[in-house]
């Protein structure tokens, strides 16, 4: 059987492919799945046949999924809340303020980050 034309037209040498893909199995559950697939020659150097490996990643996109609903639902808390919200790293410096917080210290959102939170002197320098 000729090989696909594409696959026929590589250079030699090794050919590999790889993508996440995602299936619908006969009852609609979606499975996601890393398929890796490579061109095998044979001693001419012509393509013989490929080599498929797939592995079942649906977990790991559900997780994926999970985290990124809860950033956008963070976010949202952050730019419609209707009072002042801050984060700190361990240091206790300004990683992320809202608005409103930035309001309150008569700074802007930008000015904020990387600053020490118990140090209000920094804020009245004009830097």
Same mark, same amino acid.
């Given at each position: 059987?000729?090989?696909?034309?594409?696959?026929?037209?590589?250079? *030699?040498?090794?050919?590999?492919? $790889?993508?996440?893909?995602?299936?619908? =199995?006969?009852?609609?559950?979606?499975?996601? @799945?890393?398929?890796?697939?490579? !061109?095998? &020659?044979?001693?001419?150097?012509?393509? /013989?046949?490929?080599? $498929?490996?797939?592995?079942?990643?649906? /977990?790991?996109?559900? +997780?994926?999924?999970?985290? @990124? #609903?809860?950033? &956008?639902?963070?976010? +949202? !808390?952050?730019?419609?809340?209707? %009072?002042?919200?801050?984060?700190?790293? +361990?240091? !206790?410096?300004?990683? =992320? *303020?809202? @608005?409103? %917080?930035? +309001?309150?210290?008569? =700074?802007?959102?930008?000015?904020?980050?990387? =600053?020490?939170?118990? #140090?209000?002197?920094?804020?009245?320098?004009?830097?």
């Amino acid at each position: 059987m000729p090989m696909p034309k594409p696959l026929d037209s590589c250079s *030699v040498g090794s050919v590999h492919v $790889a993508a996440e893909k995602r299936y619908m =199995r006969k009852d609609g559950k979606i499975i996601w @799945a890393h398929v890796n697939v490579t !061109l095998l &020659r044979n001693a001419d150097g012509h393509p /013989e046949r490929t080599k $498929a490996d797939i592995q079942d990643i649906s /977990e790991r996109k559900q +997780a994926e999924e999970t985290i @990124a #609903r809860q950033v &956008r639902e963070v976010d +949202a !808390l952050y730019v419609t809340s209707p %009072t002042g919200l801050f984060q700190f790293d +361990a240091d !206790l410096r300004f990683v =992320r *303020v809202n @608005a409103w %917080t930035a +309001a309150i210290n008569g =700074r802007s959102i930008e000015t904020h980050s990387g =600053r020490d939170s118990d #140090r209000n002197s920094q804020f009245d320098s004009g830097d």
